[in-house]
């Protein structure tokens, strides 16, 4: 997606929300607004649908270490710093969630937040239907400064840093008379690239350096695809949508696999079943055929239509052969109505009838065979379904 929104989350839920809306082919605004609150974040909704949604979060809500550890042990980096971090926070570690922002040689940046304030922002989020799969850190966005300078601009009441070390901060600006020679004291000669005017104090060992005045979120938004470390890591690891369903409809989806599994058993016996008694059938049919033409050595289906078609044109219609004559009329109605198949075929000499059992795939095709048979008359049984066909009986008697 070329078009980006860009949401600044603020500490609270009751503080202004920055968003706009760039576009990355173009590199320029496309809209751009603040909420007076996050009860108004769902008017953003529908800007949220159809592009990807980037979460900047206060850097006043974050706290960035830098702790020994040899590459050795960068690996399993998430099983110490818990002891390490203990005695340069003033909270329980437990509390807090842990990000890896870098590695080098023998250290690694980490960032701390904490587990309520990540609850707050996915609230905020999950109210208004928005997802996002990437959160940054807001301060960590503004442009890269070189050596012994620093990146500033103001935005709402706060000031936002970058210095060059990767550690960002922000400061309230009603704070910045007590924080700024706190932050000459630790970049001493400290050269600040400032975006927006800077602000009317004099701090010996910082100098304010004059940029071109840009719009601080859309300064924030051309820095964001730049910044790699994303906050989503570890328990709130992001995944699809997608994915997320799949997972609470994933026992669901296992019990119909089985379901269908056990069906499709059934279906293949049952199918298996039906074939050994057409076999049968057949079989019968042919042994039948042998006692009435001895004299055919190698016989074929085709062979048996045919002989029986000759011998009923021989016979005729007062032929005393009434089981060869009723056997080959069947013949030629199967060859009509190929969707029934035989299950079984017994002829009762002393009733002068056959009792064919048989299956289709519906009612009307054994109405369609009780029609083709005439002059015949037919006497139908019960029918029923089973395992997705109609099996059911015809009596079939010759005419009085």
Request: proline residues 4%; aromatic residues 8%.
């Amino acid at each position: 997606m070329s078009e980006q929104l860009i949401l600044r989350l603020p500490s609270n839920d009751k503080d202004v929300i920055n968003w706009i809306v760039w576009s990355d082919s173009e590199q320029e605004v496309i809209a751009a607004g603040e909420l007076s609150s996050s009860a108004e974040l769902a008017l953003l909704k529908e800007k949220a649908d159809h592009r990807r949604v980037l979460v900047l979060v206060s850097a006043a809500d974050i706290t960035m270490h830098q702790l020994a550890l040899p590459k050795s042990a960068q690996r399993s980096w998430q099983q110490v710093v818990s002891f390490m971090l203990e005695e340069q926070l003033a909270q329980d570690p437990d509390s807090l969630h842990v990000c890896l922002v870098g590695k080098a040689k023998d250290t690694i940046d980490i960032a701390c937040v904490s587990h309520q304030q990540m609850t707050l922002w996915q609230d905020m989020l999950e109210t208004a239907g928005i997802h996002s799969q990437t959160w940054l850190v807001d301060s960590m966005c503004l442009p890269k400064p070189e050596a012994g300078q620093a990146s500033a601009i103001q935005l709402n009441q706060q000031w936002l840093f970058r210095f060059s070390d990767d550690h960002a901060i922000s400061i309230d600006q009603s704070w910045l008379s007590v924080a700024l020679p706190l932050l000459a004291n630790k970049y001493p000669e400290l050269s600040i690239q400032h975006y927006s005017p800077a602000p009317e104090l004099e701090v010996t060992g910082l100098d304010w350096s004059a940029r071109s005045p840009e719009l601080a979120m859309k300064l924030l938004a051309d820095g964001s695809h730049k910044n790699k470390f994303n906050l989503l890591q570890g328990q709130y690891a992001s995944s699809n949508p997608l994915t997320a369903i799949l997972k609470r409809w994933r026992k669901v989806a296992i019990a119909a696999g089985i379901c269908f599994t056990l069906a499709l058993t059934h279906q293949l016996v049952e199918t298996y079943n039906t074939q050994q008694q057409i076999a049968a059938v057949n079989d019968n049919i042919r042994q039948v055929y042998k006692r009435v033409f001895p004299e055919v050595s190698r016989v074929r289906d085709s062979r048996i239509r045919s002989d029986f078609r000759k011998a009923i044109a021989d016979i005729g219609q007062e032929s005393p052969q009434d089981f060869l004559m009723m056997m080959v009329h069947l013949s030629s109605a199967f060859d009509r109505h190929r969707d029934l198949d035989p299950l079984s075929l017994r002829y009762d000499h002393s009733k002068g009838e056959i009792r064919l059992q048989a299956q289709a795939k519906n009612f009307q095709v054994f109405e369609q065979f009780r029609q083709a048979v005439q002059p015949f008359t037919t006497e139908q049984g019960t029918l029923s379904n089973k395992a997705g066909a109609v099996v059911g009986t015809l009596i079939i008697r010759k005419s009085s």
